[in-house]
């Protein structure tokens, strides 16, 4: 051991440089992996989505969090927040952890499967548009609302991986989530008719579509991302979620903090005030060292310890014959209390703070199944109609994929 301690300083130094090497060495070969496979817009207009899929599971604590993002900044739209607000699903603490909780539970589902076409999948679609389905026929979600709502499924990776990650997603990357998503959006029933302006003279493939539903967002944000007072409720209600078990010292720092990691437009929507200046370059100076660390120093994540957000075996528990959530924030839903979950150092650290550990019923410790997804409302509900959309899903699938896979033409 004293040896090792004894190298040289010429010594530390080779080794030090070939571990650099060692870590830009993998780390760009996962993410050129995907380039190597479609350098060229001739070989993007080719990808399946499938292809896409496998494609999307790189970075993934950023996706995860971009996610989450794209579900808060869709409060910042008072048509949307008011909805929310009315129909009682985030007006109170206990309903925004749950409605939260579905929410990730659904579109966990929904990017269930890497090949894009699994069963998992079609449940978590069926019963989103089963959900989204009783309020569009009565106008009261709109059919702009629903084309911005997944546009922050494309946008908010892009911002976020950009802003807080090592590297932005490349050209490929783009491609991906475009011929994902707009595979999902065509699953959906969403109507891109107002794309087409932006796509115009432009390559038919997934990267174009992606600009276009990014320049699309922009300009629908600026017009109707507007201070209403529903935004404001919905944000604190939010906001108090995320927080909870934040000891009362802190919560000042921690709200300027998370003030700053949002966009201006954002705060004002939701009508909070700016942090002071010094956050943001707080905010600034740890993603620089955080980009820093994880672009030379820290080698990828391996397969085996690749995060994961819900049970992903295509087989439910054989104790509930459900799926659980393996992470939670404030409420455990659905996670199975495992005497880790229960007695583990993070659950230890939820008990000091006032924060409750899987394990009471009220939290549904068996598990989910897509079906019952949603608020309490619509629990047992809607099995009919579901099942007549898996089975327009099943065949839509099938089709794709005997037409090769891709969801062409994009415009």
């Not at 449940?123 to 979600?141: D, E, F, P, T, V």
């Not at 011929?179 to 794309?195: H, N, P």
């Not at 935004?231 to 934040?246: A, M, P, V, W």
């Not at 370059?281 to 957000?309: N, T, V």
């Amino acid at each position: 051991m004293m040896e090792v301690l004894n190298f040289s300083w010429p010594q530390w130094a080779i080794i030090a440089s070939v571990y650099l090497i060692f870590v830009r060495t993998i780390r760009y070969r996962r993410r050129d992996m995907v380039t190597r496979r479609f350098p060229t817009r001739e070989a993007m207009a080719a990808m399946t989505v499938e292809e896409a899929s496998a494609s999307l599971f790189s970075l993934p604590i950023s996706l995860f969090l971009a996610d989450h993002s794209s579900l808060f900044q869709t409060y910042g739209i008072p048509t949307i927040s008011d909805l929310l607000m009315k129909t009682g699903q985030l007006s109170k603490p206990e309903n925004a952890s749950k409605r939260t909780a579905d929410t990730g539970a659904v579109l966990s589902e929904v990017k269930s499967d890497p090949r894009g076409r699994g069963e998992r999948r079609i449940q978590g679609l069926a019963r989103m548009n089963y959900m989204h389905g009783l309020y569009r026929k009565s106008g009261k979600i709109l059919d702009d609302d629903m084309l911005y709502t997944l546009s922050l499924l494309v946008v908010e990776p892009i911002k976020w991986v950009k802003r807080f990650d090592w590297r932005p997603l490349t050209d490929a990357e783009m491609c991906a989530l475009g011929v994902y998503w707009k595979d999902t959006g065509d699953a959906m029933d969403i109507s891109f008719v107002k794309l087409l302006p932006y796509m115009k003279g432009k390559p038919n493939d997934g990267l174009t579509w992606t600009q276009a539903i990014m320049a699309w967002s922009e300009n629908y944000e600026r017009e109707t991302m507007v201070p209403a007072q529903s935004n404001k409720e919905l944000g604190k209600h939010t906001l108090d979620i995320l927080l909870r078990g934040t000891p009362g010292w802190m919560l000042g720092a921690v709200n300027h903090a998370t003030s700053a990691v949002m966009e201006t437009r954002l705060r004002k929507a939701l009508m909070i005030g700016d942090p002071p200046q010094h956050y943001f370059a707080i905010l600034d100076i740890f993603l620089g060292i955080r980009r820093f660390l994880l672009q030379h120093l820290s080698p990828p994540r391996p397969g085996w310890l690749r995060l994961e957000f819900v049970t992903d075996d295509q087989d439910p528990d054989p104790d509930t014959g459900k799926y659980h959530a393996l992470h939670w924030n404030d409420y455990p839903w659905y996670v199975k209390p495992t005497f880790w979950n229960r007695w583990g150092p993070a659950a230890l650290l939820t008990r000091l703070t006032g924060g409750v550990v899987p394990g009471d019923p009220a939290y549904l410790p068996g598990g989910y199944l897509a079906a019952e997804l949603g608020p309490d409302s619509l629990h047992g509900k809607g099995e009919a109609e579901m099942e007549r959309n898996r089975a327009e899903l099943r065949e839509r699938t099938r089709r794709r994929i005997a037409a090769g896979g891709c969801p062409m033409p994009f415009h």
